[in-house]
């Protein structure tokens, strides 16, 4: 159950061995990110997230997004990554740099934080990888508990994900966390719109609404069918009453 079977392929993406071993492989083909550079994402990370907020980047890999946004002024950001041939190579490359710091860490168990450690945390498809590993769901909770307990109340979680709100909002929308969560889509970069394109002009800095079953308005067209999706997961401080509500709702 929500685990996204269609977007995975053979391999383990939640299994360290896997992580390591591609990055010896692939040791001198250079940094690579995810989904999207922070140019594409600095709007967004901009608006909420102040540059002097403590960031914890999960999943860091070897992208230079953490680079970019000290470039851009953040004064403090923790990487952390499941795997230790990434962390001992970027140590080695940004040894020089204060503001960036790296540890191996798995996201399901951050324990060495304590509570209300980070002002944001964010999240360049790590989920999705744990979401195409074994116990998909359990690792998700996982994650997401241990993500809701480092923020600082008024906190941010930064999701960017290939995960439609079918199967995003299941994970994020729970008492638990007391996220109140914002949608944003941006098309996949370098995506054209086709001059015959009949959908109206959106902007992509503006939050996008959702059905309170977890849909997008039956009207929205989804002009990029490989778009990104980011979800900004504001903790409140205090349990969200769902009593009320459709577990799928967002608070927008």
Same mark, same amino acid.
């Given at each position: 159950? @929500?685990?996204? +079977? $269609?977007?995975?392929?053979?391999?383990?993406?939640?299994?360290?061995? @896997?992580?390591?071993?591609?990055?010896? =492989?692939?040791?001198?083909?250079?940094?690579?990110? %995810?989904?999207?550079?922070?140019? /594409?994402?600095?709007?967004?990370?901009?608006? @909420?997230?102040?540059?002097?907020?403590?960031?914890?980047?999960?999943?860091?890999?070897? /992208?230079?997004?953490? !680079?970019?946004?000290?470039?851009?002024?953040? !004064?403090?950001?923790?990487?952390? #990554?499941? $795997? $230790?041939?990434?962390?001992?190579?970027?140590?080695?490359?940004?040894? =020089? +740099?204060?503001?960036?710091?790296?540890?191996?860490? #798995?996201?399901?168990?951050? $324990?060495?934080?304590?509570?209300?450690?980070?002002?944001?945390?964010?999240?360049?498809?790590?989920?999705?990888?744990?979401?195409?590993?074994?116990?998909?769901?359990?690792?998700? /909770?996982?994650?997401?508990?241990?993500?809701?307990?480092?923020? &600082?109340?008024?906190? +941010?979680?930064?999701?960017?994900?290939?995960?439609?709100?079918?199967?995003?909002?299941?994970?994020?929308?729970?008492?638990?966390?007391? %996220?109140?969560?914002?949608?944003?889509?941006?098309?996949?970069?370098?995506?054209?719109?086709?001059?015959?394109?009949?959908?109206?002009?959106?902007?992509?800095?503006?939050?996008?609404?959702?059905?309170?079953?977890? =849909?997008?308005?039956?009207?929205?067209?989804? !002009?990029?069918?490989?778009?990104?999706?980011?979800?900004?997961?504001?903790?409140?401080? !205090?349990?969200?009453?769902?009593?009320? &509500?459709?577990?799928?709702?967002?608070?927008?």
């Amino acid at each position: 159950m @929500y685990r996204d +079977v $269609s977007a995975c392929s053979t391999y383990n993406y939640g299994d360290a061995l @896997y992580w390591d071993a591609r990055y010896i =492989q692939e040791a001198n083909c250079g940094s690579f990110d %995810w989904y999207q550079r922070y140019s /594409a994402l600095r709007p967004f990370v901009r608006k @909420y997230i102040p540059t002097s907020a403590r960031v914890l980047m999960v999943g860091c890999g070897n /992208a230079l997004m953490s !680079e970019d946004m000290v470039k851009d002024g953040y !004064e403090d950001i923790m990487n952390i #990554d499941i $795997s $230790s041939v990434a962390i001992d190579m970027m140590r080695r490359k940004y040894e =020089q +740099v204060p503001q960036m710091k790296y540890m191996k860490m #798995d996201v399901r168990d951050m $324990s060495f934080f304590p509570d209300d450690s980070f002002h944001s945390v964010i999240d360049k498809g790590t989920l999705d990888s744990l979401m195409c590993g074994n116990n998909a769901p359990i690792s998700a /909770a996982h994650m997401l508990g241990e993500v809701s307990r480092l923020l &600082k109340p008024g906190g +941010v979680y930064l999701l960017i994900t290939y995960g439609d709100p079918t199967v995003r909002i299941p994970h994020l929308y729970r008492s638990v966390y007391s %996220w109140k969560i914002e949608l944003y889509i941006i098309p996949r970069p370098g995506f054209q719109k086709p001059a015959d394109s009949a959908s109206s002009a959106k902007s992509f800095l503006e939050p996008v609404p959702i059905t309170e079953k977890g =849909q997008l308005p039956a009207d929205y067209v989804l !002009e990029d069918p490989d778009s990104h999706f980011i979800y900004i997961c504001k903790k409140t401080g !205090e349990p969200i009453d769902l009593s009320n &509500k459709s577990p799928y709702s967002l608070s927008l």
